[in-house]
């Protein structure tokens, strides 16, 4: 898998202040930090030249996040379309060819998804090109006589046989401690270390701080590096925001389908909210993680969020969730893996967490975890 804004996590928040020059920069005492305000503003009018019918209408963040699956499908960094992104040399506006095609190969996939299969998003732009710039178009006959393929399907298929959505989920709950120990569980802070992808967030140490039923924020402090900044993520029950200093919006509010996966992490930090925390719940065949068996169950949230739980078949233990929020050109998939279990007041806590997003990888290793502690309210707001 290619990292394609590996340049732009690099790039100085200088270029962030460049790009957003036209935009509307809120306090300007703080300009070097840049802080955009997005207020569910759309693409189409955010932006100078965004012209496509699907992608316009898009907050900005799900745009950014649909320039992240783009880049993603066709293993490209965004300077492949937009020349000099990354440095302060970046002129986003411009259309240089790549992105034209581009922007036709966006109308293409409205038009054929709209044509053929009911406006449902049956095809994105990995559907052909799978992760490279020219789609491939002939099977080669090592890939006919090879292994199978495993590629796995965002939408599992019900499996035969397999225990009810409430067995495997009753399971969890009595393996992490059990309804009545769960019941009482208000809030926790976790901290420890972090490394981020590549290594580029090396030596952080981070707080998860969580208040039931639905605040939490996850803070990475770089101290041996003060000038990266803090990073955060937080969600306050209603809102939720990005701090991440060196990408391109520096700061930014989730207002799109985004929000929605947010809340979800919120919720699933209290193992007692998980039946609700998704409806339309579905078990699929068990698969295996990395060596280990696990059962597999989806649900839906609102706004076309999809989440996939990835149970441990002998501890009944979560191991991964995999959620996906919906863009026109492909669906956003932002995974959490959990694992070294310890008991922290008779409830296991995941000690080893790692996020994976389109943009990167932070992964936690915790050393202390605070259950039912106080919570600085302020820490799951606007950071
Ligand atoms: C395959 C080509 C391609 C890649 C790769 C790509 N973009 Fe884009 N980008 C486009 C197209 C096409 C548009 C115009 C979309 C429209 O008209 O709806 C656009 C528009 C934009 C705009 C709006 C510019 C303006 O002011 O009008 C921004 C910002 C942007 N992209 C950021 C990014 C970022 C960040 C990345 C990397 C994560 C990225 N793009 C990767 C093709 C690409
Ligand atoms: C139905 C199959 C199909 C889908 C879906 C598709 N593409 Fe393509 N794309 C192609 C083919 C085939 C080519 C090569 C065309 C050529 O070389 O003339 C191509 C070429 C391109 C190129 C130019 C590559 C280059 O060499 O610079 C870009 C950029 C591109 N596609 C972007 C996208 C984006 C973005 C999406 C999703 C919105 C998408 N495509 C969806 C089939 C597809």
Request: aromatic fraction near 8%; include cysteine; glycine fraction near 10%.
């Amino acid at each position: 898998m290619k990292f394609w804004s590996k340049p732009l996590i690099l790039a100085g928040c200088g270029l962030a202040v460049v790009w957003l020059a036209g935009m509307a920069l809120v306090d300007h005492a703080v300009a070097q930090q840049p802080i955009l305000v997005v207020k569910s503003q759309i693409a189409g009018e955010a932006f100078k030249n965004v012209t496509t019918s699907t992608l316009k209408v898009l907050t900005v963040d799900d745009f950014l996040a649909a320039m992240g699956v783009i880049s993603a499908d066709l293993g490209l960094d965004c300077a492949d379309c937009h020349p000099g992104a990354g440095s302060d040399k970046v002129d986003w506006v411009i259309d240089p060819p790549r992105k034209r095609t581009a922007r036709k190969m966006i109308e293409m996939v409205a038009t054929i998804n709209r044509t053929n299969f009911a406006g449902a998003q049956a095809v994105t732009c990995f559907t052909c090109h799978h992760g490279r710039l020219q789609p491939s178009t002939t099977i080669q006959l090592d890939t006919l006589y090879g292994p199978p393929n495993e590629e796995k399907d965002d939408i599992v298929t019900p499996g035969a046989g397999q225990p009810s959505a409430s067995q495997i989920l009753d399971k969890y709950l009595q393996a992490v401690g059990g309804a009545q120990r769960l019941a009482g569980l208000t809030s926790f802070i976790a901290t420890g270390t972090s490394v981020g992808y590549g290594g580029l967030g090396g030596g952080g140490s981070f707080q998860i701080l969580a208040k039931a039923p639905d605040l939490r924020a996850v803070i990475i402090e770089f101290k041996d590096h003060p000038e990266r900044g803090n990073s955060t993520r937080a969600y306050n029950g209603k809102e939720a925001w990005i701090k991440s200093p060196r990408s391109l919006l520096g700061q930014y509010q989730l207002t799109g389908n985004e929000l929605e996966g947010a809340r979800l992490d919120a919720l699933l930090s209290f193992p007692q909210q998980i039946k609700t925390a998704l409806t339309n719940w579905r078990v699929g065949n068990p698969d295996n993680i990395n060596g280990h068996d696990v059962q597999v169950l989806q649900g839906s949230g609102p706004k076309g969020l999809v989440a996939t739980l990835y149970f441990d078949a002998q501890s009944g233990l979560l191991s991964r969730v995999v959620r996906y929020s919906r863009t026109p050109v492909g669906r956003v998939p932002t995974q959490a893996d959990y694992s070294d279990y310890r008991d922290v007041n008779g409830i296991k806590f995941p000690f080893e967490y790692t996020f994976s997003w389109l943009d990167g990888k932070d992964s936690f290793k915790l050393s202390d975890v605070k259950a039912n502690v106080p919570v600085d309210e302020a820490k799951f707001q606007k950071p």
